[in-house]
């Protein structure tokens, strides 16, 4: 007690003192020790520490009487750090194991990502159908991307574009309301329209390109009803999510990432995947010198997939920064006279980040190149 009102302890010291009070005064101290010791693992930056932390806040919030205020709260959120430290440290089956007992205290959501990032998709789904029966989390784009992406990742294409097209229809009652922007349909329609040919339903997936289209004109002649804050993390989640068939199948010994979602991704999963970009960058040099294109363009693709990864939902110079990765693969694929569908993805790809960075006319102009060259095949 006496440290404790000495001033302005450290979070070591208050810690040490939260220890001793809570064997004395458990109901008011075992609290305040779980607060103390995620405050300072989230300041740690040894990844051993961050785990010892965790683990003793989980043990802690364990300890609190039932009933009071908070403890399941104070649990999910020791139980969130333990299993994010523990995927840092690439220590996958003790973190899985915490996703579990999260997803028993009513959040699922980690567990779902830990299992996609693994492969295993249909167990992922499972989680997700049983949290929407049960109204958690609400039916936000987040929780409906992620749905659809674990549900594209087991194969479920048709159910998966189910659950993607109410979300284009919601996102077009709120944009024609001013409730979101016209970007944000735009991409939403765009990807819809990449699901359904993936899906081999060319007239639906055209139906999307065309609304798209009709979107994007309306942009490029008179901009955004409103003026919207930072919404580069939807352009960002659904640009790598159409990323995911040209990368490596997930499995518990080589974990990826889950596509279908801007956060969640274990730091395990995250370093593996931006740890493949020197690879990547080797292999674009040895197929531009042996004058590769269709290989190169894909490599290209891949590459500007872990640029958005890195910092894409980054607005600083953003178009200066992201431009020339762009620029290159459409570049590339116009020298591919004989494979329009390459060309036309390119172009696509380059039409949602000018849209991103708000530049609506090159972007409506792409877009309707790739429009013409995709019903011309």
């Known amino acids: 007690m006496l440290l404790l009102g000495s001033g302005r302890p450290s ?9 001793v009070l809570a064997e004395v005064s458990p109901k008011v101290y075992v609290p305040k020790l779980v607060d103390a010791l995620l405050e300072l693992r989230y300041q740690s930056r040894d ?11 989980c043990r802690a ?35 899985r194991a915490i996703c579990e007992e999260l997803a028993e205290a009513g959040r699922s959501k980690p567990l779902a990502s830990a299992l996609a990032e693994e492969g295993r998709f249909r167990e992922a789904v499972e989680l997700e159908e049983a949290a929407v029966r049960n109204g958690v989390p609400e039916h936000s784009f987040w929780t409906r991307v992620r749905w659809a992406a674990n549900l594209e990742g087991a194969g479920l294409h048709d159910a998966a574009s189910t659950v993607f097209r109410e979300l284009v229809e919601e996102t077009g009652r709120e944009a024609a309301e ?54 580069l993390g939807w352009w960002r989640t659904l640009f790598v999510m159409s990323g995911r068939a040209a990368e490596p199948a997930a499995s518990p010994e080589s974990p990826m990432p889950p596509f ?56 600083h110079l953003f178009e200066e920064r992201f431009t020339p990765y762009f620029d290159e693969g ?48």
């Open 11 to 19: 979070g070591a010291e208050l810690i040490g003192a939260f220890r």
């Open 47 to 57: 990844p051993k520490v961050a785990v010892a932390l965790a683990a003793e806040a």
């Open 61 to 95: 919030a364990r300890r609190m009487e039932a009933g009071l205020p908070n403890r399941a709260e104070r649990l999910r959120r020791a139980l969130d750090a333990h299993q994010a430290a523990l995927f840092a440290l690439g220590r996958r089956a003790e973190g």
């Open 178 to 231: 001013q409730r979101t922007a016209l970007a944000i349909l735009t991409w939403v329609l765009v990807h819809f329209s990449r699901m359904r040919e993936t899906a081999g339903d060319g007239e639906g997936a055209a139906a999307a390109r065309q609304e798209a289209l009709s979107v994007l004109e309306e942009l490029a002649n008179t901009g955004e009803p409103k003026n919207w804050s930072c919404i």
């Open 260 to 315: 279908g979602t801007e956060l969640g991704w274990s730091r395990e999963a995250r370093d593996r995947f931006l740890g493949m970009l020197p690879g990547l960058e080797a292999e674009a040099a040895r197929l531009r010198e042996a004058d590769r294109l269709p290989e190169l363009v894909d490599v290209q693709r891949r590459i500007s997939v872990r640029a958005a990864v890195r910092e894409g939902d980054c607005p």
């Open 330 to 377: 459409v570049a590339l694929a116009r020298r591919l006279p004989d494979d329009p569908a390459r060309l036309a993805r390119a172009l696509t790809d380059r039409s949602m980040l000018l849209v991103a960075a708000r530049s609506f006319e090159p972007a409506y102009a792409d877009f309707a190149e790739a429009v013409a060259l995709l019903h011309d095949r």
